[in-house]
């Protein structure tokens, strides 16, 4: 029996289990070996695919930053329409809804509404190098980044699997490079722990990686959080923000998060 066929034996709770389990021990054996660093006071863009990246991913950093008095911007760079077509809903009520919930958010995290941007990309079907739609989105994100002249640019981490997420990676780094201004570019993990393939710790570069503690803003980030997840839900039931892992969420509710910085090719 070939092994695809064992593996259609396995009950599906028990894949979910394992998945779960292996989530959290990745997140606990890399980061436990990355050294704390103290938040910098440096100005801050956070590039975010989706409503809701910007808040699980980096809204500690976001909160100690703008209770320091540091600048912070976040750019969504979709609406988050997508989930109409499996909620059955007007795309326009969706969007409508979901930039309330990242408002929402981003205020407890401290951040003003004039702090939050959007580009407007599309949803499920961001462009990668190479294709139509690519070249003119860079450029739309590096206008922002001019405009806004941050000293830390902060993006999703390639090895989040999601195809929108590795454009939104890769659109980062194509403007940063188009970026008349130095900045330093970090990643920011989403999916990673949970959705990249077998061999993560061997694949993935820590060095330089830094975890940042953020004990005092994990009140704030949790309450951020709750803007998503207990927002008013959708026709069906289900939140915008569909309906996440249990692991995936635990990992968002320690008390560090941790970022891996950019090679020098795209700086
Ligand atoms: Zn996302």
Not at 44 to 68: M, N, W, Y
Not at 103 to 126: I, Y
Not at 133 to 139: D, I, L, P, T
Not at 257 to 264: D, G, I, L, N, R
Request: positive net charge.
């Amino acid at each position: 029996m070939k092994f695809r066929s064992i593996f259609k034996l396995v009950p599906n709770w028990a894949v979910l289990l394992a998945t779960d389990l292996r989530c959290l021990l990745r997140c606990s054996v890399v980061c436990r070996r990355i050294a704390f660093q103290k938040p910098s006071g440096n100005s801050a863009l956070i590039v975010a695919p989706h409503p809701d990246d910007e808040t699980f991913g980096c809204g500690g950093l976001i909160r100690l930053k703008s209770a320091a008095g540091v600048p912070v911007h976040v750019v969504i760079l979709t609406d988050g329409e997508a989930v109409a077509v499996g909620l059955g809903e007007d795309p326009q009520k969706v969007i409508s809804a979901r930039k309330s919930e990242t408002l929402n958010a981003c205020q407890r995290l401290g951040l003003e509404a004039d702090s939050v941007s959007w580009l407007h990309l599309p949803d499920g079907k961001m462009p990668h190098p190479g294709q139509p739609g690519f070249a003119e989105a860079a450029r739309a994100l590096h206008a922002e980044m001019e405009l806004l002249a941050p000293q830390e640019v902060y993006c999703p981490h390639a090895q989040d699997v999601h195809p929108d997420h590795l454009a939104a990676t890769r659109l980062t780094e194509e403007a940063v490079r188009l970026s008349s201004r130095p900045c330093s570019l970090y990643y920011y993990p989403v999916w990673m722990w949970y959705h990249a393939s077998s061999g993560l710790r061997k694949r993935l570069d820590t060095a330089g990686a830094w975890r940042l503690d953020i004990s005092a803003a994990l009140s704030a980030k949790n309450h951020a959080m709750a803007a998503y997840l207990d927002a008013p839900k959708a026709p069906g039931g289900k939140p915008y923000c569909g309906r996440l892992p249990w692991s995936f969420l635990q990992n968002f509710r320690r008390r560090y998060e941790v970022y891996f910085p950019a090679t020098s090719s795209y700086l």
